[in-house]
């Protein structure tokens, strides 16, 4: 068994300034909550979202995505035999095609916390205008199939190509489209004041010039006047932003869905035809 907890960002300090990659963050509305005691690596949190967050010296090239960390059960973590320990973070870890998963038991993630990690804000703001939790993620590879077999091995469900989660809450893509920067896709709870929050926080948005093709009713005018996009229809949808990677080094898709469930490949090639990485 195997869930999404948190993602990985690593940056190198020499080539992007510390207190601008922190205030990048802050712009999408995460706070540093913790500091690891030994590593200084850091964990920002916004709702249900984390992010581990490394300045490594030897990091080549711009920050960007690096991991994801999973709560696994323990049956699940004595089964990993090419785990190792990380004392940076105090979780166990296998690389597979330079992309890192952190393995962490739930029932002593909390214990760890206490005793690895220091806080550094005891209080954390949950907003309704804002990042909920993670959804999904599309990462492109030179060749994707070992990463695709060590999550099946750890508990994704193969579904049409994609990778689903444990609890059906996360879905993984893996393709060898060429693009660089990966795809987070986040949901939130009002796409709208998101969008808004964003907006005057001077984060750069995605301009659509498209109105939706079938009739949302009364969220119609919305969609239009908050520059957003819509696919499904009234009944079952998702009204999405998009940041392009040129803010964080990755493209983010929040997203506000009513009973339209999974993440389509053509969803986000409708974006990928839109931008330039």
Not at 150 to 159: A, I, N, S
Not at 188 to 203: H, I, M, P, W
């Given at each position: 068994?195997?869930?999404?907890?948190?993602?990985?960002?690593?940056?190198?300090?020499?080539?992007?300034?510390?207190?601008?990659?922190?205030?990048r963050?802050c712009?999408?509305?995460?706070?540093?909550?913790?500091?690891?005691?030994?590593?200084?690596?850091?964990?920002?949190?916004?709702?249900?979202?984390?992010?581990?967050?490394?300045?490594?010296?030897?990091h080549?090239?711009?920050?960007?995505?690096?991991?994801?960390?999973?709560?696994?059960?323990?049956?699940?973590?004595?089964?990993?035999?090419?785990?190792?320990p990380d004392?940076?973070?105090?979780?166990?870890?296998?690389?597979?095609?330079?992309?890192?998963?952190y393995?962490?038991?739930?029932?002593?993630?909390?214990?760890?916390?206490?005793?690895?990690?220091?806080?550094?804000?005891?209080?954390?703001?949950?907003?309704?205008?804002?990042?909920?939790?993670?959804?999904?993620?599309?990462?492109?590879?030179?060749?994707?199939?070992?990463l695709?077999?060590?999550?099946?091995?750890?508990?994704?469900?193969?579904?049409?190509?994609?990778?689903?989660?444990?609890?059906?809450r996360?879905?993984?893509?893996?393709?060898?489209?060429?693009?660089?920067?990966?795809?987070?896709?986040?949901?939130?709870?009002?796409?709208?004041?998101?969008?808004?929050?964003?907006?005057?926080a001077?984060?750069?948005?995605?301009?659509?010039d498209?109105?939706?093709?079938?009739?949302?009713?009364?969220?119609?005018?919305?969609?239009?006047?908050?520059?957003?996009?819509?696919?499904?229809?009234?009944?079952?949808?998702?009204?999405?932003?998009?940041?392009?990677?040129?803010?964080?080094?990755?493209?983010?898709?929040?997203?506000?869905?009513?009973?339209?469930?999974?993440?389509h490949?053509?969803?986000?090639d409708?974006?990928?035809?839109?931008?330039?990485?």
């Amino acid at each position: 068994m195997s869930n999404v907890s948190f993602f990985e960002y690593s940056y190198n300090p020499a080539y992007e300034n510390s207190k601008e990659v922190a205030q990048r963050l802050c712009d999408l509305g995460f706070i540093c909550r913790a500091r690891h005691q030994h590593s200084d690596y850091t964990i920002w949190v916004q709702n249900l979202c984390i992010l581990l967050v490394r300045d490594l010296e030897d990091h080549q090239g711009a920050g960007r995505i690096t991991g994801m960390g999973l709560n696994v059960d323990h049956q699940t973590l004595i089964n990993q035999h090419d785990a190792r320990p990380d004392p940076a973070t105090d979780f166990f870890m296998v690389t597979v095609s330079d992309f890192n998963i952190y393995m962490v038991e739930e029932s002593v993630l909390t214990e760890k916390s206490l005793i690895n990690y220091e806080v550094v804000r005891d209080t954390v703001n949950h907003y309704n205008k804002g990042l909920e939790h993670f959804s999904g993620l599309e990462i492109n590879l030179a060749e994707p199939s070992q990463l695709y077999l060590k999550l099946t091995q750890l508990g994704f469900k193969e579904d049409n190509g994609r990778l689903l989660s444990n609890n059906n809450r996360f879905t993984l893509l893996l393709r060898q489209s060429g693009a660089i920067n990966p795809t987070l896709i986040v949901d939130t709870q009002d796409v709208f004041g998101t969008t808004a929050r964003y907006t005057l926080a001077d984060v750069e948005l995605l301009e659509f010039d498209t109105m939706p093709e079938e009739d949302f009713k009364d969220l119609t005018h919305k969609i239009k006047g908050y520059n957003c996009v819509a696919f499904g229809n009234y009944n079952s949808h998702s009204i999405e932003n998009y940041i392009p990677s040129r803010v964080v080094n990755f493209n983010l898709v929040f997203r506000q869905r009513k009973q339209y469930l999974k993440i389509h490949e053509d969803t986000l090639d409708f974006y990928g035809t839109r931008t330039e990485t």
